[in-house]
């Protein structure tokens, strides 16, 4: 069973930064494109990035230009940096394998809280 581990959260100031970092209990992690997700209280579990094995990247509208997708070979993990942070980006942040139907491959895990507020 694969179990993914998202650190990295905390509580941050309008315009603050954060590094999330994203592992799994996979010997194949970085052949796998690997998405970052968030869902904040009431709201639907969104995908905000992506970079597949070959490292290109997509971002959805709403963080394209402020959070960073990247790999760390070295730890085999999966940064999320995340700057110029909005209070609308308070949220629960998940990785996990995007399925080209939607959803997500494997089973959720625990996430990590983001909160930006003054």
């Known amino acids: 069973q694969v179990q993914f581990v998202e650190s990295g959260g905390g509580l941050v100031v309008p315009g603050g930064s954060l590094r999330l970092s994203c592992t799994a209990s996979?010997?194949?992690?970085?052949?796998?494109?690997i998405a970052w997700y968030r869902q904040a209280p009431g709201e639907q579990r969104e995908q905000v990035a992506s970079?597949?094995?070959?490292?290109?990247?997509n971002y959805a509208e709403s963080v394209k230009g402020r959070f960073i997708i990247s790999r760390d070979h070295a730890k085999n993990a999966v940064v999320l940096q995340m700057n110029r942070l909005k209070p609308e980006d308070t949220a629960v942040y998940f990785c996990n394998v995007p399925k080209p139907s939607g959803g997500a491959l494997f089973t959720w895990g625990q996430g990590t809280q983001v909160t930006v507020s003054s």
């Open positions: 996979m010997s194949s992690f970085n052949v796998y494109t």
């Open positions: 970079i597949k094995s070959g490292d290109n990247s």
